[in-house]
């Protein structure tokens, strides 16, 4: 990890989350324009060494962004120090880390809310026992963050292997064990999934060569924008002072008559919307009567979902199967689906969990008032 990226974390920690993901947008906007080559060069590339073994050799390789390159193939065994010896100073300077074949780790995706990218860690970490057959004190794990949905929400991966078999891998591995800062593994197409499963007490610290140049480098051009800065505000105060007192003079009743319309139309606005979403379906109570009314005995629901138009209903039933012609009737919905297969709940108890959509329907004779607009207009308003 280079000083740049430490940088960044460490600001966008201190900062709101929407500053941080601006600051990690501008980095990767910089970098992009710079070939992967001068990146490495300059050091602001996070790179690493990659070690595997396959058989009886063991293939290095140095990984750039998405890019891979051979940089040996020893025999096995071989110790760490007989690797130093063959790379530069540059290399060996870089964090080791062991891959793992795809087999060996299991992989979960997962959706989450937005606000969860500050400790997405520390939430998947809950996740364990639910989306593995593991409790999260068996396992070792680590997440890959996918991006984010159109929705908002964040899509990522859980990545565990079992503790036993990260304690079978170190037996094997040998003095490499305590030489590595992370243990990565591949995807189905040989490609490293970029976690860390090692527990964080056995990692190796990784210290950046280039990190006090970095800094320095960094506080320089701080100060020199400060200086910058203050010597723009000196030379503009005065100018700005004088302007602000002309508008402050001339707008004054002008923004008060501005901001009365504008409230009285967005009331006038917010009593429109209400009134047309009362009149889109049935409220939430209503929707509750009417399923205690046609869903059979042994039927409960654990979720009931309402999203625009959408209404998402999950739960057991010894009669899931029936239940699609006992809703269909109902006048305050329509489209009445099972989503996916019917899954049995593994109790002696015989329900069957199903997942329910339906689209609501509008409200018998009710039709949305008409929008209405505000006497007088903002649009000239200063």
């Known amino acids: 990890m280079t000083a740049w990226r430490d940088s960044l974390v460490r600001a966008r920690g201190r900062l709101s989350p929407g500053v941080g993901s601006s600051l990690r947008w501008w980095r990767q906007s910089l970098l ?49 120090a007989a690797l130093d010896n063959l790379l530069d100073a540059r290399l060996r300077s870089l964090p080791r880390h062991w891959l793992l074949a795809a087999g060996s780790v299991l992989r979960r995706p997962l959706r ?12 998947v970490g809950f996740e364990i026992d639910r989306q593995t057959p593991f409790d999260a004190s068996q396992v070792s794990y680590d997440v890959r963050d996918l991006g984010a949905l159109p929705d908002g929400q964040l899509q990522v991966e859980l990545v565990v292997i079992p503790r036993q078999q990260l304690e079978h891998w170190a037996q094997q591995a040998g003095p ?25 007490a056995q990692r190796q610290p990784y210290r950046d060569p280039m990190a006090r140049w970095n800094g320095l480098l960094a506080v320089g051009a701080i100060v020199l924008l400060a200086l910058a800065g203050h010597q723009l505000i000196d030379n503009r105060q005065a100018a700005a002072d004088q302007l ?15 901001a009365e319309r504008q409230q009285l139309q967005s009331l006038v606005e917010g009593a429109a919307f209400l009134e047309g979403k009362r009149a889109e379906h049935a409220s939430t109570v209503e929707i509750w009567n009417e399923l205690t009314r046609l869903l059979p005995d042994g039927t409960y629901l654990e979720k009931m979902s309402i999203e625009g138009t959408t209404l998402q ?19 305050l919905w329509r489209k009445v689906n099972l989503t996916g297969v019917l899954q049995a709940d ?24 008409a929008k209405e607009v505000a006497d ?3 649009t000239d308003a200063p």
């Open 376 to 378: 007088g207009s903002t």
């Open 313 to 331: 209903l999950i739960g057991l039933s010894r009669e899931a199967s029936q239940l699609v012609p006992l809703l269909q009737d109902s006048p």
């Open 112 to 123: 989450l809310p937005a606000a969860a990218a500050e400790r997405l860690r520390d939430v």
């Open 176 to 200: 490499w064990a305590q030489a590595v800062a992370g243990v990565d593994a591949v995807d189905a197409d040989g490609q490293p999934l970029d976690v860390n499963l090692l527990p964080v």
């Open 32 to 80: 992009a324009w710079l070939p992967v080559r001068w990146q490495w060069a300059m050091g602001w590339s996070r790179s690493r060494l990659l070690l595997k073994r396959d058989g009886e050799v063991l293939h290095v390789q140095r990984q750039t962004g998405e890019q891979l390159e051979a940089i040996a193939e020893l025999p096995w065994p071989v110790s760490p």
């Open 346 to 369: 593994g109790a002696t108890s015989g329900r069957d969990r199903f997942t329910l959509t339906a689209e609501l329907q509008p409200l018998p004779g009710a039709t949305p008032p």
């Open 244 to 258: 602000r007192e002309q508008v402050d003079a001339a707008a004054r009743d002008a923004r008060q008559v501005a």
